[in-house]
T-cell receptor
């Protein structure tokens, strides 16, 4: 089945710097890779996603890259701000019986942005 | 309405109690999910409903019993829980299960078993 590895587990950056979080997946059939941000005590919220037919996607300060050959994808946050501090989860879709796809999450990265 | 609503937000229950968690969405999504999240861990999939039918049970103990009364509602019935079942229980929905689409999460029910 699908396995998603996420690194680093914690990341501390200075405000204004960039942050990069990397994930690898095992199932080459996976074709959808969302990133969720979860603030303390709140729900996971989708911040960006990428599908396997695209190599890169950008939304303002956030970008995601996908390397299908190497089976890894990365989240890039530029010009970080204190409100970016949260736990970030990558995920890949796992296909099971009857082609049903379900999200498999990485272990999360706790990002701290220091003012 | 792009919300997934969960009630209650907090629940404290004894090990002999019976309680239910509720989840509601009005986005016309046909897939609904229950996840369990322990502190500092990612969400773990428990159950998947597709078109109101249980399609996946990830080896969850029988003290957790899901129910999908209609396409907008998802319940999780709890009975004889253990303290280690204390966690944040998240409901989510997506348009379908078999295509690559965004999953929307509810705000969760924080469950404490005493």
């Amino acid at each position: 089945g699908e396995n998603v590895e996420q690194h680093p587990s914690t990341l501390s950056v200075q405000e204004g710097d960039s942050a990069v979080i990397k994930c690898t997946y095992s199932d080459s059939a996976s074709n959808y890779f969302p990133w969720y941000k979860q603030e303390l005590g709140k729900r996971p919220q989708l911040i960006i996603d990428i599908r396997s037919n695209v190599g890169e996607k950008k939304d303002q300060r956030i970008a995601v890259t996908l390397n299908k050959t190497a089976k890894h994808f990365s989240l890039h946050i530029t010009e970080t701000q204190p409100e970016d501090s949260a736990v970030y989860f990558c995920a890949a879709i796992k296909f099971g019986r009857r082609s049903q796809g379900n999200l498999i999450f990485g272990k999360g990265t706790k990002l701290s942005v220091k003012p | 309405d792009t919300e997934v609503t969960q009630t209650p937000k907090h629940l404290v229950m004894g090990m002999t109690n019976k309680k239910s968690l509720k989840c509601e969405q009005h986005m016309g999504h046909r897939a609904m999910y229950w996840y369990k999240q322990k502190a500092k861990k990612p969400p773990e999939l428990m159950f998947v409903y597709s078109y109101e039918k249980l399609s996946i049970n990830e080896s969850v103990p029988s003290r957790f019993s899901p129910e999908c009364p209609n396409s907008s509602l998802l319940n999780l019935h709890l009975h004889a829980l253990q303290p280690e079942d204390s966690a944040l229980y998240l409901c989510a929905s997506s348009p379908y299960t078999h295509v690559n689409t965004e999953a929307f999460f509810g705000q969760g029910t924080r469950l404490t078993v005493v």
